[in-house]
């Protein structure tokens, strides 16, 4: 087999176009398909070998494989601070808010009842404060999914 050393130039431009072309079309089809699709799928627009299309899916840096099978486009789905100036407002910014004194009473009276059913330092549910004024034990997912603005904090 030829090393890339002695390549025609022509043929060397004709493999880099086609990868870029094969990586372009895997995920114009993830978009299409909603952000993840299946092998079949993908292998429907693009004229290599199942074996090929694993080997380019392993190497791209913006899919993964989900647990159940499916190829995830991962661009765009970022659930933290992408850039180091916006980490480092965001850690500035939590620090100053966690460290003002109402929280620290608020994340205390949470912490004083847990230690009160003796559920403290081992896992399990969250402590929750509820409308009333009361505290409950939350299963820790739904306590900290109900955080957005229009649906309020308190269970």
Same mark, same amino acid.
């Not at 299409?32 to 299946?38: I, L, N, S």
């Not at 899916?57 to 190829?71: C, E, F, P, S, W």
């Not at 994340?107 to 009842?113: I, T």
């Given at each position: 087999?030829?090393?890339?050393?002695?390549?025609?130039?022509?043929?060397?431009?004709?493999?880099?176009?086609?990868?870029?072309?094969?990586?372009?079309?895997?995920?114009? *089809?993830?978009?299409?398909? %909603?952000?993840?699709?299946?092998? /079949?799928? &993908?292998? !429907?627009?693009? =004229?290599?070998? +199942? @074996?090929?299309?694993?080997?380019?899916?392993?190497?791209?840096?913006?899919? *993964?494989?989900?647990?159940? %099978?499916?190829?995830?486009?991962? /661009?765009? &789905?970022? !659930?933290?601070? =992408?850039?180091? +100036? @916006?980490?480092?407002?965001?850690?500035?910014?939590?620090?100053?808010?966690?460290?003002?004194?109402?929280?620290?009473?608020?994340?205390?009276?949470?912490?004083?009842?847990?230690?009160?059913?003796?559920?403290?330092?081992?896992?399990?549910?969250?402590?929750?404060?509820?409308?009333?004024?009361?505290?409950?034990?939350?299963?820790?997912?739904?306590?900290?999914?109900?955080?957005?603005?229009?649906?309020?904090?308190?269970?």
């Amino acid at each position: 087999m030829l090393g890339v050393d002695n390549m025609n130039p022509m043929d060397l431009a004709w493999i880099v176009l086609k990868a870029s072309s094969v990586e372009s079309t895997i995920v114009r *089809t993830l978009k299409d398909e %909603g952000g993840a699709a299946g092998l /079949d799928a &993908l292998m !429907k627009p693009l =004229s290599i070998s +199942e @074996a090929e299309l694993k080997a380019k899916l392993k190497d791209m840096a913006n899919v *993964t494989q989900h647990r159940n %099978g499916d190829y995830i486009l991962t /661009d765009g &789905l970022h !659930k933290h601070a =992408s850039s180091p +100036e @916006a980490l480092r407002h965001k850690v500035e910014y939590d620090k100053k808010y966690e460290s003002n004194p109402e929280r620290v009473k608020y994340r205390e009276s949470l912490n004083q009842e847990r230690r009160k059913r003796g559920i403290y330092g081992q896992g399990g549910p969250d402590m929750s404060h509820t409308k009333e004024g009361t505290m409950v034990a939350e299963n820790p997912h739904a306590n900290r999914a109900r955080h957005f603005k229009e649906r309020g904090t308190l269970k």
